[in-house]
């Protein structure tokens, strides 16, 4: 995966939280109004954190849920929402690759990006109704992240039925490449 440009909603909020500001849909349809007509499209996000002991939390995995929803039904699936784990019902294709990149400050004062793959489990328990948190302006009566999904119900994760599992689970690490991509911006 090449990320050629990034686009950062308003948000508002603390330093360890995630409130997007109103009209970001608005934007959103915006920004992918511009990725297509350059020829790209949206796959992830890119989040800020201070200290936190968690690489990332439940309100921005419910959040690359549902943009994950969107990128799946702009490429042409469905966005399916049912309650139910059945894992014989076909969801039908994964949908495109969706990424988390959190970017946070260093004790040196510098910039570290570590991106992250949201799993196809994490996508498919949130496409059908089973994680408790969803967007973040959802959660604003209770901003501060935690680094567990919680279920409505029971769901069969890592050999087991639980309610509640560290969102770690549903991320995986990825490497970062250096490449020049046809858009490039430079800072005096």
């Not at 076909?90 to 969706?98: A, H």
């Not at 994490?122 to 009566?141: H, I, K, M």
């Not at 639980?162 to 969102?167: E, L, Q, R």
Request: aromatic share 8%.
């Amino acid at each position: 995966v090449e990320v050629h440009a990034v686009y950062e909603p308003r948000q508002q909020g603390g330093e360890n939280d995630v409130l997007l500001a109103d009209g970001w849909k608005d934007e959103l349809t915006q920004a992918h109004t511009v990725a297509a007509g350059l020829g790209l499209r949206c796959l992830g996000i890119v989040v800020s954190h201070a200290e936190v002991e968690f690489n990332v939390g439940d309100a921005e995995l419910a959040l690359a849920g549902w943009l994950a929803d969107e990128a799946r039904a702009r490429a042409g699936g469905q966005a399916v929402v049912r309650d139910d784990d059945n894992d014989d019902d076909d969801d039908g294709p994964p949908g495109p690759v969706f990424l988390v990149v959190v970017c946070s400050v260093d004790e040196h004062c510098d910039v570290v990006l570590e991106p992250f793959e949201v799993t196809d489990r994490y996508l498919q328990l949130y496409r059908r109704g089973l994680v408790s948190t969803r967007l973040p302006e959802v959660a604003a009566a209770s901003p501060a992240m935690n680094a567990k999904v919680a279920f409505k119900r029971e769901v069969y994760v890592d050999r087991q039925y639980v309610t509640a599992v560290d969102t770690d689970y549903f991320i995986l690490p990825l490497a970062i490449n250096s490449f020049s991509g046809s858009l490039t911006s430079t800072f005096p």
